[in-house]
């Protein structure tokens, strides 16, 4: 495959700087409406989503079932081009953390995790975060903007393209579930979210189950219902406190959503069931939320939701106003709240190294200014 290079695109108008549409993104009535514009009949719509999102194809000239005419004039009309690895980082737990440069400079991280049960990809929805979480790292970096669905499908296809994943069966794949837990807040950025999803859960292209991915959020009330309602993922929650005041600090959305009316959001969630529990995120801080009454208040609060909770060893970053809870405490903090009918796992940290881990995403993004980008851009063409 010949890969493209990815070039400064106008967002909102899905279009590269030089014009052409960027297909990645695309969902099957955009290929639809594309196809129409360029005067092809419309099965050919269908033949190019097989291509882009099955075969991951990487140049119009990989596409052999095409006539070399077609695949002339989408070369002229339209681009394939992934987001662009700036940095490529391998932990020694076999964690990758890829640092992807965005059409306009901009940059996200994305996490692969392998186990021996399944490959995980975590995937960012916006550049920063809208929300100053105090334990996150990622929640010092301001937001700079929403990613859009190329850019968030782009992330899933670029890892696919590193891993040489294209070329393996479905009972093959190295990347089997996929967890919108990276950078920003997924329902801040729910429509583009939702069409991203769509696009990956369709089963004639990149063909992952909605089973098989997981939505995080701090708390956005109001677009949980939709959540499960039009994408119908799986839900996870950051919930890391059981009291009000030590979350308002903790999670500053609280202060808009309290812990009371963010349980109520849960137990309403579309399809939650014994199967499907909304696994509920608390990071283990010393000496601030991992008292043994702190696990017997969990327990009471999750009472009648079908959840499980992940418990997160505080995974430490430079300057951090936090320490993590000593093993002791994690591991009886884990077994009240095991004895009180609900699952708590202990979340193996992952990727430490090469900061990777749960709550330490930042990348160096900044809002730079029409100059500052060109000149950027100029340094990494030379």
């Known amino acids: 495959m010949t890969a493209e290079v990815a070039t400064p695109a106008t967002r909102a108008e899905g279009q590269a700087a030089d014009g052409r549409r960027r297909l990645i993104g695309m969902d099957r009535d955009d290929f639809a409406a594309f196809i129409a514009e360029i005067g092809e009949k419309p099965f050919r719509a269908n033949q190019l989503w097989h291509w882009v999102y099955g075969k991951g194809a990487a140049g119009f000239e990989d596409m052999t079932t095409l006539a070399k005419s077609l695949r ?104 089997t579930n996929l967890v919108m837990m990276g950078m920003g807040e997924p329902l801040y950025n729910f429509d583009e979210v939702k069409k991203a999803l769509r696009i990956i859960m369709d089963a004639e292209g990149l063909a992952i189950s909605k089973r098989r991915i997981t939505l995080s959020t701090s708390g956005v ?115 009240i709240v095991n004895a009180g009918g609900l699952s708590a796992p202990v979340r193996e940290p992952r990727g430490r190294d090469i900061g990777a881990a749960c709550g330490q995403l930042k990348t160096a993004s900044i809002r730079l200014t029409a100059r500052q980008r060109a000149a950027q851009a100029g340094g990494d063409a030379a």
Request: charged share 25%; glycine share 6%; aromatic share 6%.
């Open 72 to 175: 002339a004039a989408l070369a002229e009309t339209a681009t394939l081009a992934r987001p662009v690895a700036a940095e490529d980082k391998l932990s020694s737990d076999a964690t990758r953390k890829w640092l992807f440069r965005l059409p306009d400079n901009e940059l996200v991280e994305t996490v692969y995790i392998p186990t021996v049960e399944r490959g995980t990809l975590c995937m960012s929805s916006q550049v920063g975060c809208t929300l100053t979480c105090s334990f996150c790292h990622t929640g010092t970096q301001r937001l700079v903007r929403n990613l859009d669905a190329g850019e968030i499908v782009g992330q899933l296809m670029a890892a696919r393209d590193a891993l040489g994943e294209w070329a393996l069966g479905s009972a093959e794949r190295l990347i």
């Open 221 to 335: 009330v109001p677009m949980m219902a939709r959540c499960g309602e039009e994408i119908g993922v799986n839900l996870a929650v950051s919930l890391h406190a059981v009291r009000d005041d030590l979350r308002d600090i903790l999670v500053p959305l609280n202060r808009k959503y309290p812990i009371a009316e963010l349980l109520d959001a849960c137990r309403a969630y579309p399809g939650v069931h014994n199967a499907r529990r909304i696994t509920f995120e608390y990071v283990m801080l010393k000496g601030v939320n991992d008292s043994e009454a702190d696990a017997r208040e969990l327990v009471r609060l999750l009472s009648g939701i079908p959840a499980k909770t992940n418990l997160i060893p505080f995974n430490p970053w430079p300057g951090a106003p936090y320490e993590c809870s000593t093993p002791e405490a994690i591991r009886r903090f884990a077994e």
